[in-house]
Structure formats: structure tokens, C-alpha cells
């Protein structure tokens, strides 16, 4: 049996998507949270293959038997993914999600660049996929819904479920943005609103989002008690609207039954988000807020992390 590790660091979105590859593998795997020291701001050509960077309690949980293959996500852990294949005296396969420059490039047995990412090359290691890889599967919204249900049930039919993101470097997201989105939204004519913001979304668009729901509607702003309701939101949406401002979120809500609508300005947007919003409106998974379908959505739940799991069965193999 294949044996997995997951290298699991403080950055969540990272994780989401190494554990969503590690269950589309459908074999156990092995969670290793590890934290970092002030050391790990070197350059990774300075790290090498190495656990500089790492503090003492990640280093004491790493030891043998090594694993057949190591995920890992972001500059900060592929050193720590090089030294356990250097431990294992080749035998562990890295797979490495992002590119992460050219120390130890080469290394990587699969680097997993998206689409939307820049990348020239045509190095043999690299795979190209569409979107973040994550953890949304039919069995998983089917247990959601069911978890959800007495909370979301009794919201009339069409339910439209709107997921709002933030703003990121450089690209704001205003109160005119907040009414152009919520007029987006009531030009679908939903009969209920399941809403759920981030932690990057500013409080004064949460106030204009609050202001223009319909009776029928739900809001959790981020850091309210209880559960996050977010997989319930997607289980239970006939239709969603995401702001496009995180290619995760577009990427799970894809994966649903639902009808997608992305709100994606263009004073908001990276150059890089435009391009996988793109790939979302060619391929029929996914349509600009405020136009119309004019193909059917795909059958087959977005979700790039069947692809590379595909892929590292077959390194497993050879």
C-alpha cells in the first residue's frame, strides 16, 4: 500500500488543497503539521534540502519509516519535502503544488503549476492543471446537506447562495462593488439568500450586503459562534454567486450541482485570477454575473486534484 505524508503548514488554503489530493488518492495518509522560525524567510537556494526554517517540535515529528510520496504546497515547505527524499535515499516522491522557483526544481518528481499561474517552461516533471485542487465530492455535499438541513431547509426554492471573499493586495473591494453585486443577485430572482462572508471581507460591505436581503435570507459573517455553515451553503444552493477574488472558492463551488455566477470586476481582479475565470466561462463550469448561460455545465465536478492524483498513481508505479 501506497504510504502518504501531508505536510501541513499555518497557511490553511495550502493544506485544503494537499488534503483534498490525499483523499482523491483514496489511500491513508499521514498529516504532518509542521510550523516555521524566523529562519524560514531565507531563500530556499540558502535552505537547500533542509529543515532550517522549521522549529524543534516539526523536526521531531519527522522520522522514519519515510513515506512513498510527500505533498507539499508553497516555497516555505518544499526544502522540508527535499530533505525527506533525501532521507529516504530517493525512494519518497515529492509532489509539489506551486512552482516554486529553481532551487531544486528539478527535484520534484511532479510540480503542479496552475494555469492561471506564469509559467514558460516545458520541464517533464511539471503538470498544468485548471483551478485549485480541494476537497468538495459529492459524498461530502450529500453529508452536508443532510448536517445542514434543519437550518436551510425550511428557505423556499430557488435558493441562491452567495460566498463573498475580499480584498487582496492592491485590489480593493468597495460599497460600490458591494450594490453592483447584490444587484447582480436580485436580477436572479432567488426566492431565498444564503449569504457567508470572509475574514477578508470589510465590515461596510458586509453592512450593504446585509441592507439589501430579501426577507427570506441567512447571513454568518466570518468569526460568528458556532459552525462555519460554507459546505452547507454550497450543499443547499440551486444557485451560487462567489466573488472571484479567490480561485479556491471558484473552485469549490464549481464542483457543485449549482448553477455558478462569478462577481468579477475588473478594478478587482488580478491578472491571474482573470485568466482562471476564463478557463471557468470557456470550459461551462461557471458564468459572469449579470449574463446568461448559453451551454450546459459540465457533468464532472471541477476538481483538479482526480488529475494529480492520476498522476502520482502512475509515478507510484514505475
Avoid at 460600490?176 to 444587484?183: K, P, V, W
Amino acid at each position: 500500500m501506497t504510504t502518504v505524508w501531508v505536510l501541513a503548514d499555518d497557511r490553511a488554503g495550502n493544506v485544503n488543497q494537499l488534503l483534498g489530493i490525499a483523499e482523491a488518492l483514496n489511500t491513508p495518509y499521514i498529516r504532518k503539521d509542521i510550523r516555521y522560525d524566523k529562519w524560514v524567510r531565507l531563500p530556499n537556494f540558502l535552505r537547500g534540502a533542509s529543515l532550517i526554517g522549521l522549529t524543534a517540535e516539526s523536526k521531531i515529528n519527522l522520522t522514519a519509516p519515510w513515506p512513498d510520496v510527500v505533498l507539499s504546497a508553497g516555497r516555505r515547505s518544499f526544502p522540508v519535502a527535499r530533505w525527506i527524499k533525501r532521507q529516504s535515499q530517493g525512494k519518497t516522491k515529492i509532489v509539489q503544488l506551486m512552482n516554486v522557483g529553481f532551487a531544486g526544481f528539478n527535484e520534484a518528481d511532479l510540480m503542479v503549476i496552475p494555469k492561471h499561474d506564469s509559467y514558460s517552461g516545458c520541464a517533464k516533471n511539471v503538470l498544468r492543471v485548471s483551478g485549485a485542487p480541494h476537497r468538495i465530492t459529492p459524498k461530502k455535499l450529500q453529508a452536508e446537506y443532510k448536517k445542514w438541513s434543519e437550518q436551510f431547509g425550511h428557505f423556499p426554492a430557488p435558493t441562491l447562495s452567495l460566498i463573498v471573499g475580499g480584498a487582496t493586495k492592491d485590489k480593493p473591494f468597495t460599497t460600490d462593488m458591494a450594490h453592483q453585486l447584490m444587484d447582480g443577485v436580485k436580477a436572479l430572482n432567488p426566492a431565498s439568500v444564503l449569504v457567508t462572508t470572509s475574514r477578508r471581507t470589510p465590515s461596510d460591505v458586509i453592512e450593504v450586503i446585509r441592507s439589501r436581503l430579501p426577507e427570506k435570507s441567512y447571513l454568518y459573517q466570518f468569526g460568528d459562534s458556532g459552525d462555519n455553515p460554507y459546505f452547507g451553503l454550497l450543499a443547499h444552493a440551486d444557485t451560487i454567486v462567489v466573488t472571484g477574488d479567490s480561485i479556491s472558492m471558484c473552485s469549490e463551488c464549481c464542483a457543485t450541482k449549482a448553477e455558478v455566477y462569478i462577481f468579477a470586476p475588473d478594478e478587482m481582479m488580478s491578472e491571474k485570477h482573470k485568466r482562471f475565470h476564463q478557463e471557468l466561462y470557456k470550459s461551462g463550469y461557471a458564468v459572469p454575473l449579470g449574463q446568461k448561460r448559453t451551454t450546459e455545465k459540465p457533468n464532472t465536478p471541477f476538481n483538479p486534484a482526480y488529475i494529480i492524483a492520476e498522476k502520482i498513481e502512475t509515478l507510484v508505479s514505475q
